[in-house]
């Protein structure tokens, strides 16, 4: 089916990613998944080619593109290349939107410049041991001061994105206690400067895949925090985070259909080229009806997707139509890339190969931005169930 979803600016956009993934990229993933992280320096070249700063307004440093596409077309060019530009998604499309939607104007000023050319590099640290999906039972504390001039904050963070290379942390914290009625009431969003004293880099966690993508555990020991770093308003943080996550939910559909996508096109050259018993895979009925099977499932999580992206850049994706797309894609996902792997025969299994890489990378998506089974909730909440 033709897709309408980009136009010439979008494919002019995709022709320079797909140029600068093949000549800087590709040839750094098996050092950059060794080191745990692309060099530092790697995200400060993703400015200077205007990436990371595309939805950033052009008074901060930015392109000041308001559509979500291009991000879409960065996620379907690394998927393609089965690469991945570390903390990057992260970055710029789950920070980026709390910063514009609820930093004022000092904020922005002192921060989305740095954003927009990789000289700051954010992360948000949601997460503690043992709380997960639970958020509201997260138990980081922040105390407002004597003299009212910054919070002290203490507590711990886990699987945070991008946390060993950030500058700013979007740290969610409780300021005021909980209440019997609202067990989300009292979260807070403090913005906190890596260099803090009392702020430490724990261990770096070791994944089964995303190996480009460092994720660290957090720890903070009296941080001092101004008051200045306070993201919006006390004790709003838990309708910020509700506000953002039809945004991070789209960004994992969409990367779930460009992975899947990519298996298919890695198994269709796989089976060509590759002879058992004196033909080629491909000549098997076997394989060519496992791959229609997955070119289906492909077309409908892109259609699915892409429905989605543009009813985000018209701002009327629902949290619930968010959870529909995250939930089949990624579930989808994994169907066609286990698929995929599975005609590739042992070489599947050998990280060198694209498909190994994929298979690795995808399975978390069921788990991050709310598991399949707190999609499930929302949608079955949605049916007024």
Known sequence: MRRTVFNEDHEAFRAMLRSFIEKEVEPQQEAWAAEGHPPRDFYRRLGELGILGTEVPAEYGGAGETSFK???????????????????????????????????EEQKRRWLPGFASGDLMTAIAMTEPGTGS?????????????????????????????????????????????????????????????????????????????KTSDTAELSFVDVRVPVENLLGEEGAGFSYLTHNLPQERLTIALGAAASAAAALRFAT??????????????????????????????????????????????????VADAAKAKLFCTEAAGRVIDKCLQLHGGYGY????????????????????GTSEVMKTIIAKDLGL
């Open 70 to 104: 291009y991000q879409a077309v960065v996620m379907e060019e690394t998927q393609r290349a089965a690469v991945s530009f570390g903390s990057y998604s992260v970055h710029a499309n789950l920070i980026l939107p709390y910063l514009m939607a609820y930093g004022n």
């Open 134 to 210: 639970d958020l509201a039972g997260m138990t980081t504390r922040a105390e407002l001061s004597a003299d009212g001039t910054h919070y002290v904050l203490n507590g711990a963070k886990t699987f945070i994105t991008g946390g060993a290379l950030a500058d700013l942390v979007l740290v969610v914290c409780r300021t005021s206690p909980a209440t019997p009625e609202n067990r989300r009431a009292g979260l807070s969003i403090l913005c906190v400067e890596s260099a803090s004293e009392g702020f430490t880099v724990g261990r770096r966690l070791q994944k089964i895949g995303l």
């Open 269 to 318: 050259g796989y089976v060509r080229d590759r002879q058992v018993f004196g033909r080629p895979v491909a000549a098997f009925q076997n394989t060519k009806f496992v791959l229609a099977e997955c070119a289906t499932e492909v077309e409908a999580m892109q259609v699915m997707a892409d429905r989605a992206l543009d009813l985000h850049d018209v701002g009327e994706l629902s």
């Open 350 to 369: 050998i990280m060198e190969y694209p498909i190994a890489r994929l298979y690795a990378d995808t399975r978390v998506s069921r788990i991050y931005g």
